[in-house]
Every structure is written in structure tokens, then in C-alpha cells.
């Protein structure tokens, strides 16, 4: 689960543009927003894995088009907030977020939309409830499945803000910016398109 959750992907994006480009509270808040949307995703893995996979398809296509566009409006977000830093525009203004409300609605919305999550986790989780098992055992799986995604990006956004991130950020910003704006954007055409 730790290798899928640092995979490049949406989630992953968006925490590490947030943490450096925001700071600690932001990419803290932006966790808790992903982690709340693991809880569900969890959830539904565990509780409906047999329902989830004769609906997949429609479910899939559903979450596909909602991921595709949230996602490339947050790549739209971030490339205007450049272009505006570009011509003249405070780059406080144009790129940084101070309400913590935000940090964490996007994380919510960012991974509850990834349809992409629930089949990880079914494919996870279905081994482990197909036995018999004892009643706190879903419960267990539930919580394993949140506690090392919360501690693990937890970690991770600690870690961005180390010096040496933080300075090759102020340096390279703007660039940086436009490499997660063009890849979200990148996610949202893929998601459309796939088939």
C-alpha cells in the first residue's frame, strides 16, 4: 500500500506542490483532506468489494469523468497562477491559499475522485475478507488502511520542508508550478480518453 500511495498520481501532486508551496499547515491540511477520502475508499473497499466489482465499469466511468475534470481545473488553477506571477502579479496572490478549509477540501475532492483508489484497495483488501474472520477484523483492515496513509504523508510533508526544498522551491517555483499544472493537466486528458 506504501508503494501505490507514493506512485505518482494526483494525491501525490497535489500534497507536494501544497506542502512546498504552501508550507507545513497547508500540506498537513491537504493530508488530512486525502486521509479523509481514504477513510471512504477504505470504507467501500471493505464493505461493498463484491457490489463495487460487477458495478465497476459504471462506477469507474462515473469517477473518471468527475477525477478528469477536478483534476484539470486544479492544472488550469496552478498554470494561471504562473502566467499571473509571470506578468507582475504577487505570487502570494496568485498561487498560495491561506485558508485551511481550501488545503483540505482539495485533498478530500482530489482523492475521493480518483477512481483509480477504490479498485487499489479492493484489490488489497478482497483476500483478506473473503475468509472467515473475527467481527473487529474489518475494522482492523479499515484502520491500517488510513493510519499508514495519514502517517506516511504526514511524514512526507515534514520532510519537504526541510531547507534545501524549500530554497530549490523559491528558485525553481514558477517551473515547478507549471511541471504539476501541465501534469494534472496531463492526468485529466488521460482519464478522459482511456478507455
Known amino acids: 500500500m506504501a508503494l501505490g500511495q507514493f506512485s505518482p498520481g494526483p494525491d501525490m501532486l497535489l500534497l507536494t506542490r501544497t506542502s512546498l508551496a504552501q508550507g507545513r499547515a497547508a500540506g498537513w491540511w491537504t493530508t488530512a483532506g486525502i486521509t479523509t477520502g481514504l477513510c ?5 473497499a471493505i464493505v461493498l468489494t463484491d457490489w463495487l466489482t460487477a458495478q465497476g465499469e459504471a462506477v469507474s466511468n462515473v469517477l473518471r469523468y468527475a477525477a478528469a475534470g477536478y483534476l484539470g481545473w486544479l492544472g488550469f488553477t496552478l498554470l494561471k497562477g504562473v502566467v499571473l506571477s509571470i506578468r507582475g502579479g ?11 478549509r ?39 483492515l479499515w484502520a491500517i488502511i488510513v493510519g499508514q496513509g495519514l502517517i506516511l504523508w504526514g511524514v512526507f510533508v ?34 478522459m480518453v482511456k478507455r
Open 40 to 44: 471512504v475508499h477504505a470504507a467501500l
Open 90 to 100: 504577487s505570487k502570494s496572490e496568485a498561487l498560495t491559499v491561506r485558508d485551511h
Open 102 to 140: 481550501s488545503s483540505y477540501l482539495r485533498g478530500l475532492f482530489c482523492n475521493l475522485l480518483n477512481p483509480k483508489a477504490v479498485f487499489f484497495f479492493i484489490a488489497v483488501v478482497a483476500k483478506f475478507v473473503d475468509d472467515d474472520r473475527p467481527g473487529w477484523w474489518p475494522i482492523a
Open 158 to 191: 515534514w520532510f519537504l520542508q526541510f531547507p534545501p526544498f524549500q530554497k530549490g522551491y523559491q528558485r525553481t517555483g514558477r517551473w515547478i508550478d507549471s511541471a504539476f499544472g501541465l501534469g494534472l493537466l496531463t492526468l485529466a486528458v488521460l482519464l
